[in-house]
């Protein structure tokens, strides 16, 4: 790189480095060559401290700094070989490690030990054999990822072995035998766990300056949220006003932060995301109130080998805190977020013929009567229709797309969920499991040509309200239930209620409304149990179990005379269909009682 300076320029030559990877040459590699030096570099490691000592530490230093180099011009078949060597190769001899490693008399002893103390005695601990059973339980793998942890640029090899596993494993899974893939994700979890005990992990605030050039390079080539588009939107979103980008940084890896937030300090919730990137004059800065909401818009890995280790979780809550201390004004801290998974997930429900949901009976009329489209017909012309260039500009058409893809975006990240019963959006998933609520779901937030090709511009507001994200979190993860705010309801509840209507009249925070799925055969409340909570059932069938069974359909309720009265549940109620349920737990509806206390005199209890 030759430009010295950041500028324009400098940014030009960053993003042709990345589009243009250096130039590899033939290295061999012989696998079995491969295992039997690793295991000469590590098997003596811990050998008495004599003359040669530091001679056979330079040596195995040596090894794993040339298998550094030698490493970056591997194709992808090199790669895997390597990768198998340590994963089947190496990591079907831990238990041999154990047992070779031990002197004769030492085996001996610890065999003694081990029949003493499974007939119920307690031996002495020899330390000499502690220590050599300790090493030997420490698989080969992770002696040879600590070595290479111990030189230069270690840390960072080993974060990019671990991502070339996931791509090779990809790539050749169909030819590989279930013993290998086992062998290969077993070493996976080795280097994951590597990095999860590893400290030195701190965080700071990036700042554009000169000596922070090789981070703002990492920044710039691996921002995937709202790429980089210039020098300009570069600088502002670093030192530009009200904008503050934060990493989380290793010790030994000075120059990469592991991974960045993108923030910006408003009076308000930005539901657009050019209002937050693109250029801001210098007399709309001064003007600015002091900030009440903090927004994060991007949060982005640097690099895929940090997958699975909760990082980007961490650093939201230490911006949180620290940010909380600098401004103390603010209140609300909310995200606006991609939904990146959105339109794929949208064309297999066409190509599924799963459209029931998309449309309800207003919009299908105006379908109908202002492009002369049939019902049957609506779902495959409105995916068409948005697949037509620069389809937002056509007013008539913006009105049914808002309404069509605001309750879809609804509907994607509070209901659809994988076998995991984690929902499937890897985003929503992600500020879920951190305790976050869906606050706001929003039609025209991002018309760029990537906002379109994710999520046809549609993107999410989640907050993040700190009294009550650990019980947010923790019931996301154990009963994968997904808090909304009452501003969502109107998309997704059509129905009058007084309930959810005195929930959305006194937003009061206090009180959650709770989405969840239910499939088929699930039951959902239980004859004889205390009422836990009331239902609102928006999508699907339940049978509640009286004599005879009596079914309710999409838009109806159930458990509220349970939980007004504080009388047991009277009947089983069981999902016949996959059902889409929103409901309120009972501690929250006696604070709505108590709120609303003319509710109880309203209410008059149904059969339920």
């Avoid at 070989?81 to 041999?96: C, E, F, H, P, T």
């Avoid at 600088?235 to 990469?256: D, E, K, T, W």
């Avoid at 801001?280 to 949060?299: K, L, Q």
């Avoid at 201390?325 to 998974?341: A, D, G, N, Q, R």
Wanted: with cysteine; hydrophobic share 45%; charged share 20%.
């Amino acid at each position: 790189m030759t430009s010295t300076e950041l500028s324009q320029a400098w940014f030009e030559e960053v993003q042709a480095l990345s589009k243009h990877p250096h130039v590899k040459k033939d290295i061999d590699f012989d696998r079995d060559a491969f295992v039997q030096e690793v295991k000469a570099a590590i098997e003596n490691a811990d050998q008495p401290q004599d003359a040669g000592f530091v001679r056979e530490v330079k040596r195995r230093r040596d090894f794993a700094m040339q298998m550094i180099q030698k490493y970056a011009h591997f194709t992808d078949e090199q790669k895997l070989s390597m990768l198998l060597g340590l994963a089947v190769d190496l990591g079907s001899q831990d238990m041999s490690l154990l047992i070779r490693s031990l002197p004769s008399l030492l085996r001996a002893h610890l065999v003694l030990q081990v029949l003493a103390a499974a007939l119920g005695f307690n031996p002495p601990i020899d330390i000499e054999t502690y220590k050599h059973v300790k090493r030997g339980l420490v698989p080969l793998p992770e002696h040879f990822l600590l070595l290479l942890g111990s030189v230069p640029s270690g840390y960072s090899f080993v974060l990019q072995l671990r991502s070339d596993l996931a791509l090779v494993v990809k790539k050749y899974h169909k030819s590989l035998p279930q013993s290998e893939l086992h062998a290969l994700s077993y070493l996976d979890k080795l280097m994951q766990d590597l990095f999860a005990t590893q400290t030195g992990v701190h965080f700071k605030r990036i700042d554009l300056k000169p000596e922070n050039r090789e981070v703002l390079k990492i920044i710039v080539q691996n921002e995937r949220v709202h790429a980089m588009r210039s020098w300009e939107d570069l600088a502002q979103r670093l030192a530009g006003p009200s904008r503050h980008v934060f990493g989380i940084f290793h010790s030994n890896m000075s120059h990469m932060p592991l991974v960045i937030v993108e923030t910006f300090l408003t009076t308000y919730m930005p539901t657009v995301i050019d209002r937050i990137i693109n250029p801001v004059s210098e007399e709309a800065a001064a003007a600015a109130a002091p900030p009440t909401h903090g927004v994060f818009y991007s949060v982005s890995n640097m690099h895929v080998g940090l997958r699975g280790l909760n990082l980007a979780s961490h650093l939201l809550f230490l911006t949180i805190n620290h940010v909380a201390k600098l401004h103390p004004t603010i209140h609300t801290w909310v995200t606006l977020s991609p939904i990146p998974t959105f339109r794929a997930w949208m064309q297999r429900q066409l190509h599924a013929d799963t459209t029931t949901a998309w449309f309800t009976p207003a919009v299908l009329t105006a379908i109908e009567e202002g492009f002369g489209i049939s019902r049957f017909a609506a779902p495959k012309w409105f995916c068409t229709q948005l697949e037509t260039p620069r389809w937002f500009e056509h007013t008539l058409f913006v009105t049914v797309a808002r309404q069509v893809l605001v309750r879809l975006a609804s509907i994607y990240v509070l209901f659809e969920r994988r076998e995991s019963k984690k929902i499937v959006d890897p985003v929503a998933n992600f500020h879920l499991q951190n305790g976050a609520q869906v606050e706001s779901v929003n039609f025209g937030a991002d018309f760029s040509a990537n906002g379109l090709a994710q999520s046809y511009g549609t993107m999410i507001n989640y907050k993040y309200s700190m009294n009550v994200v650990d019980t947010t979190s923790i019931s996301y993860k154990r009963e994968s239930t997904v808090a909304l705010s009452p501003a969502v309801l109107p998309v997704i509840w059509f129905n009058d209620n007084i309930f959810l209507q005195a929930i959305q009249r006194v937003n009061d925070k206090d009180i959650h409304i709770l989405a969840r799925q239910y499939t088929k055969g699930e039951c959902i409340t239980r004859r004889g149990q205390i009422p836990d909570a009331v239902y609102f059932l928006c999508m699907g069938q339940v049978v509640v179990l009286t004599v005879p069974s009596t079914i309710l359909e999409h838009g109806s309720s159930f458990g509220d005379a349970e939980v007004v009265l504080g009388e047991p549940v009277r009947f089983n109620v069981v999902a016949t269909t996959l059902c889409h349920v929103l409901f309120v737990r009972k501690t929250d509806m006696q604070k709505l009682l108590a709120i609303v206390p003319e509710l109880k005199t309203k209410y008059m209890p149904s059969r339920l």
